[in-house]
């Protein structure tokens, strides 16, 4: 089956505006993470979802960031008001299973974000 | 808090020979997961290998093995009999067995693989 697939692989936008990234899961998949990966901070947790409901969302770095998950599949993470500190790589993973199992968390390719 | 620290920022490694990327953690917990992940040029992360701490055997993939000292809180991964296609950059990660699933990395090892 398919991957996660991730839209789009890369993104320039002008400081200030607003960015929508996008997120297939492997289907099936009730589990649904947000990451960031970027020069000074590495790779850092961003939120995750379980079905359409985000337990977790203990990672995101302001109120100019937010996320939402429909239909137990497809997430969006939102970025407003964009800043040159949001550029990075946004990763995405998705998993069958979640807390108690060793279930592997299988990721996207990722969206580069280059804000100027 | 859980934190990674993976000590080696660059490594490099002949065609054939073997090579060990390091890793530590600090946690409180007794029971968690630890992870090496793998992500080429192309950014996609693969995982390579997972280790459960409550298993004192150190977890095996073909030529992907641990090392996993749970008192020392060392988690390293050796690769042997390196190929071209091994080099990327390594990423260790840590996973508690309660938490939500989220990933703990570490800031990543670069391996250079030379012919």
């Known amino acids: 089956g398919a991957g996660v697939s991730q839209s789009p692989s890369n993104k320039v936008t002008e400081k200030g505006k607003d960015v929508e990234l996008r997120c297939d899961p492997i289907s099936g998949h009730t589990a649904l993470y947000w990451y960031r990966q970027s020069l000074g901070q590495g790779l850092e947790f961003l939120i995750y979802?379980?079905?359409?409901?985000?337990?977790?969302k203990s990672g995101l770095p302001s109120d100019r960031f937010s996320a939402e998950r429909t239909g137990g599949s497809v997430s969006t993470l939102t970025i407003q008001r964009t800043q040159q500190e949001d550029s990075a790589v946004y990763l995405c993973?998705?998993?069958?299973?979640?807390?108690?199992?060793?279930?592997?968390?299988?990721f996207g390719p990722g969206t580069r974000l280059t804000v100027l | 808090a859980q934190t990674v620290t993976q000590s080696q920022p660059e490594m490099s490694v002949q065609e054939a020979e073997t090579v060990t990327l390091s890793c530590t953690y600090d946690t409180s917990e007794s029971d968690y997961y630890l992870f090496w992940y793998k992500q080429p040029p192309s950014r996609q992360m693969i995982l390579v290998i997972r280790q459960e701490a409550y298993k004192q055997q150190n977890a095996t993939e073909n030529r992907f093995s641990v090392n996993f000292q749970k008192a020392a809180k060392s988690f390293s991964l050796k690769i042997s009999d390196s190929q071209l296609g091994d080099a990327a950059m390594y990423f260790c990660a840590y996973r508690s067995r309660t938490s939500y699933g989220k990933l703990t990395f570490g800031q990543g090892t670069i391996l250079t693989v030379h012919p």
């Open positions: 979802f379980q079905g359409n409901s985000a337990p977790d």
């Open positions: 993973a998705s998993s069958s299973r979640t807390s108690g199992s060793t279930d592997t968390q299988y």
